[in-house]
């Protein structure tokens, strides 16, 4: 994973998206679907952020040199405070673009190597973390897209659980 020390490697930085609507990250962002048993791990994004006050998943900006699968779990890591080695990834979607420039949004759909939920530890990004049962996170004030992508997701993970 890049140590995003290189300021022309870092994805931070706003590209654009439909209809000349900015969006998070030069080279696309990615973002990750971690599951423990019938629960997902939502981030209440802090004020201040990108989608500020929205529930999504712990995710951010691709660097240059990323996959999508190491851009989430590394937003993932720095963002709650979970260990990639506690991560299995099972499947990536882009569930959003491609948009002018090639931008997307890639959902990392993955579960905790346990199958039990992890402790976190929010950094300044996120105004709570918490692990919500499928049934219930569509009750939460989402992110638009991910709102929008939340059934498939959801009926993707069941699918790569069976």
């Known amino acids: 994973m890049c ?5 022309e490697l870092s994805g931070d ?3 654009q998206g439909p209809n ?3 969006v998070w990250g ?3 962002a990615a973002g990750l679907f971690l599951v423990a ?21 712990p995710g951010g900006a691709r660097d240059k040199p990323e996959t999508p699968e190491q851009a989430a779990l590394r937003e993932t890591e720095e963002e709650t405070g979970i260990a990639v080695a506690d991560v299995e990834v099972l499947e990536s979607i882009v569930t959003s673009g491609p948009f002018d420039g090639g931008w997307t949004y890639t959902t990392v759909l993955a579960r905790t190597v346990t ?7 929010p950094n300044e990004e996120s105004a ?8 219930q996170v569509d009750q939460l004030e989402l992110i638009p897209p991910f709102r929008e992508a939340l059934p498939g997701l959801v009926e993707r993970c069941g699918e790569l659980n069976r």
Do not use: M, S, Y
């Open 115 to 121: 199958g039990q939920r992890l402790e976190t530890t």
């Open 128 to 135: 709570e973390l918490r692990w919500v049962p499928f049934a």
């Open 26 to 28: 030069k080279f696309g």
């Open 3 to 7: 140590a995003r020390v290189n300021p």
């Open 20 to 22: 000349g609507v900015p």
């Open 37 to 57: 048993g019938d629960e997902v791990l939502l981030q209440h994004r802090a004020a201040w952020t990108n989608n500020g006050g929205t529930w999504g998943i």
């Open 13 to 15: 930085g706003w590209a």
